[in-house]
Structure formats: structure tokens, C-alpha cells
């Protein structure tokens, strides 16, 4: 079964930091990840996702994320953190068993917050 | 840019009674899904629908609970007769084509007295 791991209930980062938010992941096949926030009494917000290509994905707000095949992870970085940026934030991969259509398999989140 | 819009922002039902949430995708959007977060707890897949069926559902989604796109616009899930457990906040998505992502809504809270 496919299956998304956010180790992480909370990431406490200072203003003007690096951020990382942990992501792993199980597959049976080729994965299709997918990084998404949640403000407040708002919708999930797509950050970016990675298909094909470059390990390396640029998505929204200066947030980027490192696909690592060998470790099964897709962490969640930013070179310097605002205080905007406190949110929840939801690694998702997409089930691609049995000819879905593509829902979507969430992890359990991870609040960050960012402090002055 | 264009939003995945969902009514009632809030909805209290009493237990034993039907209710119906809607959502408009996205204009251009061909797959639709219904996702419900109980609170405290991860995302969970409710349903799929494409081409104006069911294409995928989880197992959450049983006898008690039916969508439909009743016209070019609009997209329900219904729950026949609630129960406490369908206490959540109900999400519709929608996307284009294959691999793009897919686009939430605000959502619905309901609550089941």
C-alpha cells in the first residue's frame, strides 16, 4: 500500500532561517509528490510537485523541494523562513495503483512556525 | 485566477438527516474529487469522478454517500442519513488533465449534533 510519512508534528524555525519539513514516502512504482500548505480555515494551497526531472523543485513563496530516490524522501525547504509562513503543510503522493485517477494520499501534516 | 468554490462554509445537521455540499471546480477542470478531514487527523480520500461517473472511491465512501454533476457547473456530495462520525471538513479538488495538480477548495465544515 502507498503510504506518505510526515515524522514531524511541528517544525520551529526563526525568522530568517533555513526551513525543512520532512517528507517520506512508499511507492510501488514511479512516485508523483506533491507539496501542499493550509492557512487557517482555508483549503489545501498547491506548493509544487515532483513528476520527472530534476530532483530539485521550485514551487511557490521561494519554496523548493529535493526528490531523493535512494531515501524515499521529498523534504520541504526555503533558504530563509518568514513569519508568513507559519502554516500547516501537507506532503501528498499521488496513488497511481489500479488505474486511479489520481487521488491524491496525504501525510499527517506538519504545523511550522516562525517566530520573529 | 480561478478557485475550486465550495457552499455552505459551515453546515449543522442533525444526525439521521441528509445533507448536501456543493462545489464548483474549476471551469476547464475534467476530474473531480471529494477528500474529508476529521479534525486533528490527515486528509483521506472520499471519491473520485470523472466523464460523469464514479471512477474511484474509497472505502469511507459507502452506501450513505453519493455525488452527482447535475449540470455543467456543479459538483455534490451527498450523506444520506448522517451520523456523529461525519463530523469533518469536507474538501472538493478538481484538475485539468493527468499530472497537473489538483486545486482545493475551501471547504465545508459539517457538524453532526
Known amino acids: 500500500a502507498q503510504s506518505v510519512a510526515q515524522p514531524e508534528d511541528q517544525v520551529n524555525v526563526a525568522e530568517g532561517n533555513p526551513l525543512t519539513v520532512k517528507c517520506t514516502y512508499s511507492?510501488?512504482?514511479?512516485?508523483?509528490l506533491f507539496w501542499y500548505v493550509q492557512y487557517p480555515n482555508r483549503g489545501l494551497q498547491f506548493l509544487l510537485k515532483y513528476i520527472t526531472g530534476d530532483n530539485l523543485v521550485k514551487g511557490s513563496y521561494g519554496f523548493e523541494a529535493e526528490f531523493n530516490k535512494s531515501q524515499t524522501s521529498f523534504h520541504l525547504k526555503k533558504p530563509s523562513a518568514l513569519v508568513s509562513d507559519s502554516a500547516l503543510y501537507f506532503c501528498a503522493v499521488r496513488d497511481v495503483e489500479g488505474g486511479s485517477q489520481g487521488n491524491l494520499i496525504f501525510g499527517k501534516g506538519t504545523k511550522l512556525s516562525v517566530k520573529p | 485566477e480561478p478557485e475550486v468554490t465550495q457552499t455552505p462554509s459551515h453546515q449543522v445537521t442533525q444526525m439521521g438527516q441528509e445533507v448536501i455540499l456543493r462545489c464548483v471546480p474549476i471551469s476547464n477542470h475534467l476530474y473531480f474529487y471529494w477528500y474529508r478531514q476529521i479534525l486533528g487527523q490527515k486528509v483521506e480520500f472520499l471519491v473520485s469522478?470523472?466523464?460523469?461517473?464514479?471512477?474511484?472511491k474509497s472505502e469511507i465512501f459507502d452506501d450513505q454517500f453519493s455525488v452527482e454533476r447535475p449540470d455543467g457547473s456543479n459538483f455534490t456530495l451527498k450523506i444520506r442519513s448522517t451520523k456523529l462520525e461525519d463530523s469533518a471538513m469536507y474538501f472538493c479538488?478538481?484538475?485539468?488533465?493527468?499530472?497537473?495538480?489538483?486545486?482545493f477548495g475551501d471547504g465545508t465544515r459539517l457538524s453532526i449534533l
Open positions: 511507492v510501488s512504482g514511479n512516485p508523483y
Open positions: 479538488a478538481s484538475k485539468r488533465v493527468g499530472n497537473q495538480p489538483q486545486h
Open positions: 469522478f470523472y466523464n460523469n461517473e464514479i471512477s474511484e
